[in-house]
């Protein structure tokens, strides 16, 4: 009888350590389910803090594109105004060459400089363009 006594306390022992694992491992599921809440969490804010900045950043983006149309709309106005003037500027030195021999000589290759520097210009602001 002692025997049986004996064996029905240590099972109840056994019974009563395996639901104090279980409690101790429910316990830690929890704390584990805690700290993963908290981290969720702070992703989640972290998200939508990026959210925010992506909007402002897609924002600026639309902003910088109509302005750099309109810059680039602007420069092709002057490259068709630079285009003409250095036209005028040749045909200007062509008269002059033809008219006015010795005088113009001085005047037509200040006026060919002009005219060189006018089509350089011309071709930088083709450049800026292409590259806009």
Do not use: P, Y
């Amino acid at each position: 009888m002692l025997k049986r006594e004996l064996v029905r306390l240590l099972e109840e022992d056994a019974e009563f350590r395996d639901l104090a694992r279980a409690k101790l491992g429910i316990a830690e599921l929890a704390q584990g389910l805690q700290r993963l809440t908290q981290v969720l969490e702070g992703l989640a804010a972290e998200i939508r803090e990026q959210n925010a900045i992506t909007k402002a950043l897609a924002e600026a983006c639309r902003n910088s594109s109509s302005d750099i149309a309109a810059l680039k709309s602007l420069a092709e106005k002057e490259v068709e105004a630079i285009g003409t003037l250095a036209k005028i500027v040749e045909q200007v030195a062509e008269r002059l060459e033809r008219g006015q021999a010795e005088a113009a000589s001085s005047i037509g290759a200040k006026v060919v400089e002009a005219t060189e520097a006018v089509r350089k210009l011309d071709e930088t602001l083709r450049r800026l363009i292409a590259t806009i």
